[in-house]
Nanobody, 127 residues
Framework: QVQLVESGGGLVQAGGSLRLSCVASGRAFSLYAMGWFRQAPGKERELVAAVNWNGASTDCAESVKGRFTASRDNAKSTVYLQMNRLKPEDTAVYYC????????????????????WGQGTQVTVAS
């Protein structure tokens, strides 16, 4: 059974940084794309960033470009989200997710293409 466990969330002042981690287990991590999504109260879940199977291809939302970076360490079965220059509007629960099937193309960006989800980690940015 695939399990995803996020960590690294917390309370940070605007302009600060956080690094989220997501450890995966239950299957061969290196074959699958990974995505980071977030959901703020009253809003729909949205893509933050995604990374393909080997980390060579990434995509991210316009709102976080230049501030957030997704990366992965396949030896550690871990995907990261480095978040810099955080803003109050980045406040949300952040989830990592992975698709059902392996892929060697660009990572999917639609949440419907992701099957397995972590429990989420809260990020709160104070102004």
């Amino acid at each position: 059974q695939v399990q995803l466990v996020e960590s690294g969330g917390g309370l940070v002042q605007a302009g600060g940084s956080l690094r989220l981690s997501c450890v995966a287990s239950g299957r061969a991590f290196s074959l699958y794309a990974m995505g980071w999504f977030r959901q703020a109260p009253g809003k729909e879940r949205e893509l933050v960033a995604a990374v393909n199977w080997n980390g060579a291809s990434t995509d991210c939302a316009e709102s976080v470009k230049g501030r957030f970076t997704a990366s992965r360490d396949n030896a550690k079965s871990t995907v990261y989200l480095q978040m810099n220059r955080l803003k109050p509007e980045d406040t949300a629960v952040y989830y990592c997710a992975t698709p059902l099937r392996p892929s060697f193309t660009s990572p999917p960006t639609n949440s419907k293409e992701y099957t397995y989800w972590g429990q989420g980690t809260q990020v709160t940015v104070a102004s």
